[in-house]
């Protein structure tokens, strides 16, 4: 009996520290409630099962997993690369962030399949031409929207040939679901040889569809000696009713069998006996599904009605088309979001070569924003409630509004004019007014609604503009909210980011908003804050790459703590992991660098201000750095490119204020009256 194993492994931009799930680490395997486990769960030690038994394995590895592993874990692709190297695995491709592909443009389409195959190669180091068998986003397909897509020669890897769908559709369903044969077969649920073929798609000649097996779904990994026969049994019926060329495909989330995030955690061990049992019973032969379709070929030709996995059609609601989902006016506002950025990003298709890389993560940002498009919330049906749309992918579709911003900051890189300003505006649409601060090298915008904080900086000094602050496209978990800090896990500080108090209301007020110099203020209004009235004064120059930042602090507190979270050039971090990234240190200065794109903080020498240790060392794709202030006035610089030499125009004007000051204390205590005072206290 020809069988084939095919797992899909697919995680969002997530990182540790979750109140409601698993984090990053419990998910592959290597961290969990003790260091120490006698319990092999997670998705690390279910490959490791495959080599220690021998068995091939067919794997499917979402873009933004793998963009997680190269940041967090970049150890543990090399596992993946021994399975690649020991000839175990094949590489089955997709789109990056499992958009369902019917509901999107081909233009959309094709870059995220060929985002997904760059990823590939460059971490997995995969000859993309061997890459032929394509996992469709939950498994959601229509021939005539998605067939010419996936065997374009302008994808990377020259065209896909394979599509594994759910057995059941081999059979048609035609306009209505009811009386169909695609109907008789789920009731049924035959030993049937057609579900055991592969088929080469009527009007497609160059795609093939690759059954996956509703039967084997239910039966791996079997939890019992009772469903171990079952499935042995199984197998056998499936090996009688199919012929020399039938192949039973057991396909689903890698999550399951490795027995994390919602899955029972006993499964990890089930599945390992169930390898045993493959490796000891060789009438099953588990093979790579490329080699078995070049030795099985020509297949029978059939056509494939819109349709996706059972439950997903039948149970949960959304349809053979997806449309119960997607359509549902629960998901309307959101749907405008994504559909909005997409104008945006299109329309704003690059003019010179500054403004291309930044239209490019804007892309990417919106890739990710679509991840498993409409996704509904399935706790909805345990509770015997109307499903609606599950509140990550609420947060995650709302962030698209941020593509506003990256277009915002593109057109600006392609229009700058010399001077510097400054301006009130609602960039992203979300109601509240951000202050924007830009020149020729920086555009900068700050959030007075969330903590006066610096929740975007781009950099515009070298030839292509990069995004330095602002990890935007990682875990937003369940808040919609845009501009806010996360707090569970804790992520997206921005920066200038007041420690405790980054959900803070400031007020803005332009001083000077355009010319050679711009100043602008935030004054905290947050009534009963320990921070209320304190002052974030800004400078630019017209030609600096740098804001000169003064914190003013309230009467009565003397020291403030403040957080920065810097990526330098985010979309190369997303793409690349950690390659090419250094540290920037110095006495006054801390920061990064990342190819040819730096970002740094330099503390005013005259003042009271340390390097302090943040809560942790990282936020997502970012890095952190904390410095306190111990003085009423404190200064310091946030940057790009290379550092200027001397102080800036801030630091001169906070150094003549700071001397004002001086020299008023000196004259108060300099009168008589505070001279007799000081003399009869001596006496």
Not at 46 to 51: A, D, T
Not at 428 to 456: C, H, I, Q
Not at 458 to 482: C, P
Not at 658 to 663: E, S
Request: proline content about 5%; glycine content about 8%; aromatic content about 8%.
């Amino acid at each position: 009996m020809t069988f084939a194993l095919v797992h899909h492994a697919n995680q969002y931009l997530i990182t540790e520290g979750y109140a409601d799930r698993e984090g990053l680490g419990e998910i592959l395997g290597v961290k969990g409630p003790s260091e120490f486990s006698a319990r092999k769960r997670g998705l690390l030690p279910l490959l490791q099962m495959h080599v220690a038994y021998g068995v091939p394995l067919n794997l499917h590895l979402s873009g933004t997993l793998i963009e997680t592993l190269a940041w967090h874990y970049p150890e543990s692709l090399s596992l993946i690369n021994q399975l690649l190297r020991s000839g175990l695995i094949e590489i089955i491709g997709s789109t990056l962030s499992q958009n369902v592909m019917p509901f999107f443009s081909d233009e959309y389409n094709r870059r995220q399949i060929n985002e997904a195959l760059w990823l590939y190669r460059r971490h997995l180091g995969c000859d993309l031409r061997r890459v032929k068998t394509f996992w469709v986003p939950e498994r959601v397909w229509h021939t005539e929207k998605l067939a010419p897509i996936l065997t374009n020669p302008r994808l990377l890897n020259g065209g896909y040939r394979q599509v594994l769908l759910d057995d059941r559709l081999v059979h048609r369903v035609g306009a209505d679901y009811s009386g169909s044969s695609r109907e008789a077969f789920d009731r049924d649920r035959p030993f049937d040889a057609r579900a055991l073929s592969a088929w080469n798609i009527a009007g497609v000649p160059d795609l093939t569809i690759l059954p996956i097996s509703l039967r084997l779904r239910y039966l791996i990994p079997p939890a019992a000696s009772a469903k171990e026969h079952a499935l042995s049994n199984m197998l056998r019926a499936l090996r009688s009713a199919g012929g020399d060329r039938s192949i039973a495909i057991y396909g689903d989330d890698l999550e399951r069998a490795a027995g994390v995030g919602c899955w029972d955690a006993r499964h990890a061990p089930q599945y390992e006996r169930f390898l045993r049992w493959l490796s000891l019973n060789r009438w099953v032969e588990p093979v790579l599904l490329s080699e078995w379709v070049r030795r099985s070929q020509p297949f029978e030709t059939g056509t494939i009605d819109p349709g996706t996995f059972f439950e997903l059609a039948r149970t949960w609601g959304a349809g053979e088309d997806y449309r119960g989902w997607h359509d549902d006016p629960n998901c309307q506002v959101h749907r405008r979001y994504l559909a909005a950025a997409e104008q945006a990003l299109a329309s704003a298709e690059p003019g010179v070569a500054a403004n291309a890389e930044l239209l490019e993560l804007g892309w990417r940002h919106l890739f990710h924003c679509a991840y498993e498009t409409s996704w509904h919330n399935l706790k909805d049906a345990r509770l015997e409630q109307p499903l609606r749309l599950a509140p990550w992918a609420a947060a995650l579709t709302s962030h698209a509004r941020s593509c506003a911003v990256i277009v915002a900051a593109a057109d600006w890189a392609a229009k700058r004019d010399g001077l510097a300003h400054a301006e009130l505006t609602d960039l992203d649409g979300d109601g509240e007014l951000e202050l924007v601060v830009k020149n020729d090298r920086l555009f900068a915008v700050l959030s007075p609604r969330w903590g006066g904080r610096l929740t975007y900086l781009f950099d515009l000094t070298n030839h292509a503009a990069r995004l330095v602050v602002g990890n935007i496209s990682d875990d937003w978990n369940l808040q919609e909210e845009l501009n806010r800090s996360m707090d569970c896990p804790r992520n997206h500080p921005g920066g200038l980011a007041d420690v405790g108090q980054e959900h803070d209301r400031y007020v803005p007020e332009l001083s000077i908003a355009t010319g050679r110099c711009v100043r602008v203020s935030l004054h905290n209004v947050e009534a009963g804050s320990p921070l209320a009235h304190l002052e974030k004064r800004l400078t630019l120059m017209a030609g600096d790459g740098h804001l000169c930042v003064a914190y003013v602090l309230p009467e009565g507190v003397w020291r403030a703590s403040v957080d920065a979270c810097l990526s330098p050039d985010y979309y190369r971090m997303l793409r690349e992991g950690r390659v090419g990234l250094a540290p920037i240190v110095g006495r006054f200065s801390r920061g990064w660098r990342n190819g040819s794109t730096q970002v740094w903080i330099r503390l005013d020498r005259d003042q009271s201000a340390i390097w302090n240790r943040p809560d942790q060392p990282e936020c997502g794709h970012g890095l952190m750095l904390r410095l306190t202030i111990f003085d009423e006035a404190g200064h310091f610089d946030v940057g790009v490119g290379e550092q200027p030499r001397g102080r800036c125009a801030g630091a001169r004007l906070a150094a003549r204020e700071r001397r004002a000051r001086r020299l008023a204390l000196r004259s108060t205590l300099e009168t008589p009256a505070a001279l007799a005072i000081v003399g009869g206290t001596r006496g």
